[in-house]
Structure formats: structure tokens, C-alpha cells
């Protein structure tokens, strides 16, 4: 092989990735954030969340991307390790279909369609059109893709280098760690596998060392999922690592079938006799949906496998227990009983948002890492308790109740909106003692002192009206009122102040627009909180007006 024929394979498989990353990108960009409530609803039963798992990866093409928003469902706390291992596993048979689409010898074609794809994109304005062009785009650049690779390769026959590398992998374990490797590399087992459908169809490896390879692609393919949850918390982690011990479960199991039972090999290549392309696409898909059969009904254990080997923390149990719904049940329930069990998990909501904003003030005062942490933790559990509620709430709406209750339920949902603007200033607030910190930025004692000020007559305001709202306690309004004024008040007086300092020099820029934004953000909780204990009280008063 020539040096340009070693260009030609590297820009046929950089051109099929690209291909592969267009496509599921239009694909992503054309179901829009259907995608994303697809998984969320993704049920506890492990059947259909597998089908679920099928259909996201076979919509968008990759099982990688599937595996990346399960782990991120999983870190907030959205989705258990239960649902998530059947999305898991339905992936792992959505992925296949890539294989089965570039079985068809459509080469002739790819210029054509990547023409068209190009022409949709670029020249139509309408941008479902466009979506659907980049689809059609990246469809053309795969094939375009696979066929240059398999021109490029043609002189690697008669290469004796290559050559003896590959009567390498004839030996089962070295191809199934070559396939692991390769796939690590690539990032992408969908495209690893049809590289090597490609060398099968070009007759430089045999079926049998295609399949070794395919199993290995399977383990390969978590790479990406090991490297994003390394930022993600142990919940993130366990998700990780569930989809590596299925695919090694998955690797040993065929294995040991293949070992067992020569002809199962042959039965699929009975399949698609004179196709080689076709019987590895075959034994992709074949492998992917046996292996899931055999293994959903131990799906327990294995979830349960990877908690022994990722233990749980004390602090990480309080977490789950925080992250689900203690007083609102689902269920025909009587509407003035769910009206009552809403207002208690909205309060409960509401003092974890409280605490958050709490605890930012001190993570900003004090320059702990530790509270930051925290703070984004407890973010997590505002924002599961939000989405949680809200459905709750939603589907409350459906029983047969009074425009009285209707009505505070509609209230109530715009609590929940405002509990959550609280809790997402707390957030902003560790933002801007990170920016201090990383800018070498600081305030002057002056407005230090103002920012505690009115941080702590935040607070108040935030605790007082969190109470009248659990209590429906009306007489207190007045002092509330007053002291989101006192706050209003406050942070103009205070800002006044810090302009004066800009113009004596005293403050640094910096820091001087950190102090404009986190006072900002302090009036505005206030601001929030005020809505929240006049939410009832405004409805109750609306009804008796007319």
C-alpha cells in the first residue's frame, strides 16, 4: 500500500464518521426533545424499557448517544439504574441497524444522495427540511465513506505485512481484543462493525473473524460512557458501569455459545448465503437480541452487581431518598386530599431550595468547594422534585374537580416555578465565588459587608413566605410585603453605593460586576418568595371578587 493509498483509507473512514455524526445529529435535530421525554418516561418495567432503548438509538443512530443522556438522566436522579439498564440493553440492538443499512450495496448511489442531502441543507430555508437534509447528508457521506475505504484496501491483499496480521486474528482471543481496541479507538461500535463488514465483503477477513471482532466492538463501545462519567456522581458511575458488565456478560455468553454449538455460526450464515456483508450485519443483530433475551431476566442482578462494586454512601442513600415524592401519591384520590398532600411536597420542595440558597451564601463567604458541591447537588433534587411535581400536578388536573380547585392547582404549579428560580440564583451565587476565585478578583470589606446585608434579609424574606404558604398563615403578609420592600430598598441603596466606589477607584471591575449580579440575584429570591406566599391568598382573593 502506497502512502496516498493510506491517505485514501484514513479520509474514506474520516469521511464515514463525519457521515455517521451528521446523520445522527439531523436525526437528533428532527425528533427535537421528544427524544429526551421518551427516556425520561421510560417505565421501571424492564420490557419496555428496552423498547425504548431500541427506538431512541435506531432514531438517532447511535448507541453511545443513547448510553451519554441515560447517564445523565441517572446523575439527576431522573431515571433509577433499574430503567436504565433496559434502555441500555435496548440500545445495544438499536445500534445494529446501522450495520444492516450499509449491508445494501447502494456505492453507486452514495454520490447521488449525498447530492440531494447537500442541496436540502443548504439551499432550503425551512428547517425541518434542512434537518432532514443533513440526514440524508451524512447517509451519502457514509457510503461515499465505505466506498472509498473499500478501493483503498484493495491493495492491502496483497500486502504480506497485512496479510500475516490478520491470520493473527484468527485466533479468537486475539480478535476479540482487537475489536475492543479498535473500537475504544474509534469511539463508536457502529463503526468499527462496519469496517470490518467492509474487510469481510473485500474477502480480507472470514466470517468467523468478523464475529470475534463484532464481540469485541460490543466491549469497545463503552469507552465513551467510562469517559463522561467521570464527571458524573456515583449514580452516573454505576450507569457506566452497567453497560460494561452487560457486554462482557454478553461477550462471555457467546463465547461460550459458539464453543458449545459449531453450527450456530452456520445458521446464520444460512441466512444470507452468498452475502458476507449481510451475514455480519446477521450475526450482529442475532447476537444483540439473544443476549438480551437471556439476560433481562437477571437485569436485578446485575444492577445490584454494580452497586457492590460502586458501594453507596450514607450521604448518597439520603440523596435518593430526597429525590423522590414523600406526600403526593399517584392514584384516584380525592381532590381536596391531593390538594393537601401538593401543598405539603411543594413546602418540602421549598425548604430544599431555601437551605440551597442558604448554603450558597455561605459557600460565597466562606470559598468552600465542599459547599459548592452541595449546592449543585441540592439543585439536582430542586429540579427532579420540580419535574416531579409538575407531572404530579398535571395529572391531578384530570380528576373531577371544582374551578375552586382547579384554580389552586394552577397556583401551585407556579409556586413550583418559583421554588425552582430560587433554588437556580442559589446556583448562580457558587457561579460567582468561582469567578472570584479563578479571576483573582475581590471585594472590598464595604461590600462584603452590603452583600451580607442583604443576603440575610433574603433569606428572612424566603423562610417567612415558604411559611405563610405552608400555613395559608394570610395575616403575615403585611410583614412579608415589608420586607421584600426592605429588600427592593436595599439592593438599590446598595448598588448606589458600589457606583460610587467604581468612580473613587475603590472597587475592582471584576469584582464590581460580580456585586451588581449576586445583589441582583438576592432581590430577585425575594421577589420570589413574595409570589410564593401570595399565591393562595391572590386565588382565594380573585374567586371572593367576583
Known amino acids: 500500500m502506497t502512502i496516498l493509498e493510506f491517505f485514501s483509507l484514513l479520509g474514506g473512514v474520516g469521511l464515514f464518521l463525519f457521515g455517521m455524526t451528521i446523520m445522527s445529529t439531523g436525526l437528533k435535530n428532527a425528533a427535537g426533545e421528544q427524544l429526551k421525554t421518551i427516556l425520561e418516561h421510560a417505565t421501571s418495567n424492564r420490557v419496555v424499557a428496552t423498547i425504548v432503548g431500541i427506538l431512541v438509538t435506531v432514531l438517532i443512530q447511535s448507541s453511545s448517544a443513547t448510553d451519554m443522556m441515560v447517564i445523565g438522566f441517572v446523575n439527576s436522579g431522573m431515571m433509577s439504574l433499574f430503567q436504565a439498564i433496559g434502555v441500555i440493553m435496548g440500545a445495544n440492538i438499536g445500534t445494529t441497524i446501522t450495520a444492516q443499512i450499509t449491508a445494501f450495496s447502494l456505492g453507486a448511489y452514495a454520490p447521488l444522495i449525498l447530492f440531494i442531502g447537500v442541496i436540502m441543507y443548504l439551499f432550503v430555508k425551512k428547517t425541518m427540511v434542512r434537518h432532514i437534509g443533513?440526514?440524508?447528508?451524512?447517509?451519502?457521506?457514509?457510503?461515499?465513506?465505505?466506498?472509498?475505504?473499500?478501493?483503498?484496501?484493495?491493495?492491502?491483499?496483497?500486502?504480506?505485512?497485512?496479510?500475516?496480521?490478520?491470520?493473527?486474528?484468527?485466533?479468537?482471543?486475539?480478535?476479540?481484543?482487537?475489536?475492543?481496541?479498535?473500537?475504544?479507538?474509534l469511539q463508536s461500535s457502529s463503526s468499527s462493525v462496519?469496517?470490518?463488514?467492509?474487510f469481510a465483503m473485500q474477502g480480507l477477513i472470514s466470517f468467523p473473524v468478523a464475529v470475534y471482532l463484532i464481540i469485541g466492538a460490543a466491549i469497545g463501545s463503552v469507552t465513551p460512557n467510562i469517559l463522561a462519567s467521570l464527571t458524573t456522581n456515583r449514580n452516573g458511575k454505576r450507569t457506566a458501569l452497567l453497560n460494561l458488565l452487560f457486554n462482557l456478560f454478553r461477550a462471555a455468553i457467546l463465547l461460550t455459545?459458539?464453543?458449545?454449538?459449531?453450527?450456530?455460526?452456520?445458521?446464520?450464515?444460512?441466512?444470507?448465503?452468498?452475502?458476507?456483508?449481510?451475514?455480519?450485519?446477521?450475526?450482529?443483530?442475532?447476537?444483540?437480541?439473544?443476549?438480551?433475551?437471556?439476560l433481562l431476566p437477571f437485569t436485578t442482578y446485575i444492577v445490584r452487581l454494580s452497586q457492590k462494586i460502586i458501594r453507596e454512601k450514607p450521604e448518597e442513600t439520603q440523596k435518593l431518598k430526597d429525590r423522590q415524592l414523600v406526600y403526593m401519591q399517584d392514584g384516584n384520590i380525592p381532590p381536596a386530599v391531593a390538594l393537601h398532600q401538593a401543598q405539603l411536597e411543594i413546602t418540602r420542595m421549598g425548604r430544599f431550595a431555601a437551605q440551597n440558597l442558604r448554603?450558597?451564601?455561605?459557600?460565597?463567604?466562606?470559598?468552600?468547594?465542599?459547599?459548592?458541591?452541595?449546592?449543585?447537588?441540592?439543585?439536582?433534587?430542586?429540579?427532579?422534585?420540580?419535574?416531579?411535581?409538575?407531572?404530579?400536578?398535571v395529572r391531578t388536573r384530570t380528576f373531577n374537580m371544582t374551578g375552586h380547585e382547579r384554580n389552586r392547582i394552577s397556583q401551585m404549579t407556579l409556586v413550583v416555578a418559583d421554588i425552582e428560580r430560587i433554588s437556580d440564583h442559589a446556583e448562580n451565587i457558587i457561579e460567582y465565588a468561582s469567578q472570584l476565585s479563578s479571576q483573582k478578583a475581590s471585594l472590598s470589606a464595604e461590600a462584603l459587608d452590603e452583600l451580607r446585608q442583604i443576603a440575610y434579609a433574603s433569606l428572612k424574606s424566603v423562610d417567612e413566605c415558604i411559611d405563610i404558604f405552608e400555613h395559608e398563615a394570610f395575616d403575615k403578609l403585611p410583614a412579608a410585603e415589608a420586607q421584600e420592600q426592605f429588600?427592593?430598598?436595599?439592593?438599590?441603596?446598595?448598588v448606589n453605593n458600589h457606583i460610587a466606589r467604581l468612580f473613587d477607584k475603590q472597587c475592582d471591575p471584576v469584582a464590581g460586576v460580580v456585586f451588581t449580579n449576586m445583589s441582583s440575584d438576592l432581590e430577585r429570591c425575594s421577589d420570589h418568595a413574595i409570589n410564593i406566599a401570595f399565591a393562595l391568598h391572590e386565588y382565594d382573593f380573585g374567586l371572593n371578587s367576583k
Do not use: W
Open 134 to 185: 443533513s440526514i440524508i447528508m451524512g447517509f451519502g457521506m457514509l457510503f461515499v465513506g465505505i466506498s472509498i475505504i473499500s478501493k483503498a484496501i484493495v491493495p492491502l491483499s496483497q500486502s504480506p505485512e497485512f496479510i500475516h496480521f490478520l491470520t493473527e486474528l484468527e485466533n479468537p482471543a486475539l480478535a476479540v481484543i482487537f475489536g475492543v481496541a479498535f473500537t475504544a479507538l
Open 194 to 198: 462496519v469496517i470490518f463488514q467492509t
Open 487 to 494: 429588600v427592593d430598598e436595599l439592593q438599590k441603596k446598595i
Open 257 to 294: 455459545i459458539i464453543a458449545l454449538v459449531p453450527p450456530f455460526l452456520d445458521l446464520i450464515q444460512a441466512l444470507s448465503p452468498d452475502n458476507i456483508g449481510r451475514q455480519v450485519a446477521n450475526a450482529h443483530t442475532i447476537f444483540a437480541l439473544l443476549t438480551v433475551i437471556i
Open 359 to 393: 448554603t450558597a451564601i455561605d459557600c460565597f463567604f466562606n470559598h468552600d468547594d465542599k459547599l459548592a458541591a452541595t449546592v449543585e447537588d441540592t439543585e439536582d433534587t430542586v429540579n427532579y422534585l420540580t419535574h416531579a411535581i409538575t407531572n404530579r400536578l
